[in-house]
């Protein structure tokens, strides 16, 4: 897995200026702070613009994929850097100083849950 991204894609569901939807119970699954992992986050999590959807649902995950800019943000943000995170600092493979500080991520998983959209609603992006 790459760490080149510095900043969220455009339909980045860990965006604060753009919500997306997602069940909050995926959003804590993902960045930690629900009932899975024992409330750690995810291993990891790849940016869904570099893994390969395939016709029988299946998901590839090439050796080019690259870590989500949103995650990352996110997790630097709250202190609690992913498996891969941690793995990518310790050997020079990524920096925190790389991320787009003036990218809009959350900036905490409770701030990523609130701003996606409930289902049949939608609620205007805070700034």
């Known amino acids: 897995m790459r760490f080149d991204l510095t900043k969220p894609c455009g339909n980045?569901?860990?965006?604060?200026?753009?919500?997306?939807?997602?069940?909050?119970?995926?959003?804590?699954?993902?960045?930690g702070g629900g009932t899975t992992n024992h409330g750690f986050p995810a291993s990891s999590f790849p940016c869904h613009k570099t893994i390969i959807y395939e016709d029988d649902d299946t998901i590839t995950i090439p050796d080019s994929a690259q870590q989500c800019a949103g995650v990352m943000a996110i997790l630097h943000r709250i202190n609690r850097p992913n498996d891969?995170?941690?793995?990518?600092?310790?050997?020079?493979?990524w920096s925190p100083k790389s991320l787009d500080p003036k990218a809009p991520f959350y900036?905490?998983?409770?701030?990523?849950?609130?701003?996606?959209?409930?289902?049949?609603?939608?609620?205007?992006?805070?700034?």
């Open 12 to 31: 980045c569901p860990f965006r604060s200026d753009k919500p997306f939807f997602m069940e909050d119970a995926r959003v804590r699954e993902i960045l």
């Open 84 to 93: 891969m995170m941690q793995l990518a600092e310790r050997f020079k493979l």
């Open 107 to 127: 900036s905490s998983v409770e701030d990523a849950v609130r701003g996606q959209f409930p289902r049949g609603k939608r609620r205007k992006a805070r700034r």
